[in-house]
């Protein structure tokens, strides 16, 4: 199917051709896409997963894209971002969240609406989509504590809710990374709370966060998951790889858990410092790294 077919069956939707996902991406790096699409609602993401299936085109979804590292080959086929379906409405103790909407300010309107339990995630730089994908979680919390429900659309194109048992959460883990289900909106049940202690806490967060994550330079956000028994970023320290750096991308001299672009890094520059410091870890400590962000693309 033609790129031109896409803009005359949604012409009121944002469709771009070879489109570099670096524009995109919380690293700055990463390949074209052949079509990216931005639909605005339910009915549009679910005509163009029919239209993807029916015409045999592969199809990738995208939030935020912050823990995100796309191949420098780009993707091919159909991209769709999330990102204007944003909506948050709050009724009462449960916020219902698009899964385009900014974690961050899901988390502001929790507060302004005077509910607890969603502090943890005040810093947290994704998409609702994301969070629940990866099951985001700090300082104690996870996006598994307080969802109730999650609306998907299957790769087959039907529109289904999955409540909090169905979900399978984990580390960093959730049923939709096995299934590849679209999630399209998530509902949290909260608590009434102390606005002055719910914002001191999201402030005390924020700061911890400033204060330890380089913040100041585009990231993938913690590259790897959390070695049983062990912390990826001590570890990282103690193999001496803080300031390592292939091309424009360098393991952050502030939190070794961190892989920083400081200088006009590629994909290919995050993806050889990753392999470097899983070898190395491996080498002197005969510890595993898995990687939290998501690799995807072409190479």
């Not at 085109?57 to 995100?68: E, F, K």
């Not at 996006?143 to 039907?158: F, N, P």
């Not at 949290?188 to 202690?197: A, D, P, T, V």
């Amino acid at each position: 199917m033609k790129y031109d077919t896409f803009v005359e069956l949604f012409p009121t939707m944002r469709i771009l051709k070879k489109e570099p996902l670096a524009k995109y991406t919380n690293t700055e790096t990463g390949g074209m896409a052949d079509v990216l699409a931005f639909p605005n609602t339910v009915a549009e993401v679910k005509l163009l997963v029919n239209m993807a299936n029916e015409n045999g085109i592969p199809l990738t979804v995208l939030g935020n894209s912050s823990n995100l590292v796309v191949k420098d080959g780009g993707i091919r086929g159909l991209v769709i971002i999330l990102t204007d379906m944003d909506q948050i409405t709050v009724s009462g103790t449960k916020i219902m969240a698009q899964a385009g909407a900014s974690l961050i300010e899901t988390t502001e309107r929790a507060y302004q609406a005077g509910l607890t339990h969603f502090e943890f995630a005040a810093g947290i730089p994704g998409s609702v989509g994301g969070a629940v994908f990866m099951n985001a979680g700090a300082y104690g919390g996870e996006i598994c504590q307080v969802l109730t429900e999650v609306s998907v659309i299957t790769r087959a194109g039907y529109v289904k809710t999955m409540v909090n048992e169905e979900m399978n959460f984990g580390y960093r883990h959730s049923q939709i990374q096995d299934d590849h289900d679209i999630i399209l909106e998530a509902t949290f049940i909260l608590k009434e709370g102390n606005k002055h202690e719910i914002r001191e806490t999201m402030d005390n967060f924020n700061f911890l966060r400033a204060s330890k994550q380089p913040l100041e330079y585009p990231s993938c956000g913690s590259v790897f998951k959390r070695p049983e028994g062990y912390f990826a970023g001590k570890l990282i320290h103690d193999a001496g790889l803080q300031g390592y750096q292939v091309g424009g991308a360098r393991v952050s001299t502030k939190h070794a858990g961190f892989i920083v672009n400081v200088d006009g890094a590629t994909a290919t520059d995050y993806m050889n410092v990753i392999k470097h410091v899983q070898d190395t870890v491996w080498e002197k400590f005969n510890v595993k790294l898995e990687t939290e962000v998501r690799i995807i693309g072409e190479d």
